[in-house]
């Protein structure tokens, strides 16, 4: 079973930076996708961006230009770096883990909230 931490959110003013991390409590030896979704009030859950174990790259077109994932693989660990935050950023942001196999499942981190003032 694999656990999912995250950290780093916070509260910023708009235009401003925050990094987000998240670690994997074991290695992942299967092919996997990590990636970030969020959740603002009221709202769906959405995805905010992917990185599988090889590398390939996704991003909502709501942060293309902003925001950047990145991973270490043998760190078991995953970064999103958000820059020019805005309010509608504003949501609770979670990691995700999907690993393939022979079925593939999901784990999900416990969530860290971000907070964009205008």
């Known amino acids: 079973q694999v656990q999912l931490v995250e950290s780093g959110g916070g509260s910023v003013q708009a235009g401003g930076s925050l990094r987000l991390s998240c670690a994997a409590s074991?290695?992942?030896?299967?092919?996997?996708?990590m990636g970030w979704y969020r959740q603002a009030p009221g709202k769906q859950r959405e995805l905010v961006a992917t990185i599988s174990s090889g590398g390939s790259i996704n991003y909502a077109d709501s942060v293309k230009g902003r925001f950047t994932i990145s991973r270490d693989n043998p760190k078991n660990t995953m970064t999103l770096q958000m820059n020019n935050l805005k309010s509608e950023d504003t949501a609770v942001y979670h990691c995700n883990l999907r690993t393939y196999g022979t079925t593939s499942r999901d784990y999900w981190g416990q969530g860290t909230q971000v907070t964009v003032s205008s």
């Open positions: 074991t290695a992942i030896f299967s092919m996997n996708v």
